[in-house]
């Protein structure tokens, strides 16, 4: 059995690996981590879920605040993926300055 931590990691790793296969040179040498919570004394009156550095090529990934959306007790293990991939395409957007439908549009015509 993984922990939920493991499950976030795994996720936002086939997540990142998906989006890099569609975008390579764009994504080439983009790092990305996870951590906990943000630990910089200046946070904006929002709790971030992710932040993007676009000089050092980083997109953090926070796991508390992204968990935090699954705190329903409706939730399951799928809506829980679609939250953290879905943080994922957001911050890989703001990156490349791209809305994150677009980055990969022929994943959703069939809808």
Do not use: N, Q
């Not at 200046?42 to 993007?52: A, E, K």
């Amino acid at each position: 059995m993984i922990t939920r931590a493991e499950a976030f990691d795994r996720i936002v790793g086939d997540t990142a690996h998906y989006l890099l296969g569609l975008w390579p040179e764009e994504l080439a040498g983009v790092v990305f981590l996870v951590a906990d919570m943000p630990t910089d004394a200046s946070l904006p009156d929002h709790m971030p879920r992710w932040r993007v550095d676009r000089d050092a090529r980083r997109v953090t990934l926070f796991r508390i605040p992204v968990e935090r959306v699954t705190h329903s007790p409706e939730k399951d293990d799928t809506d829980r993926r679609v939250i953290v991939e879905t943080a994922v395409f957001r911050a890989v957007g703001e990156l490349l300055d791209k809305d994150p439908w677009d980055l990969a549009p022929d994943r959703y015509r069939h809808w």
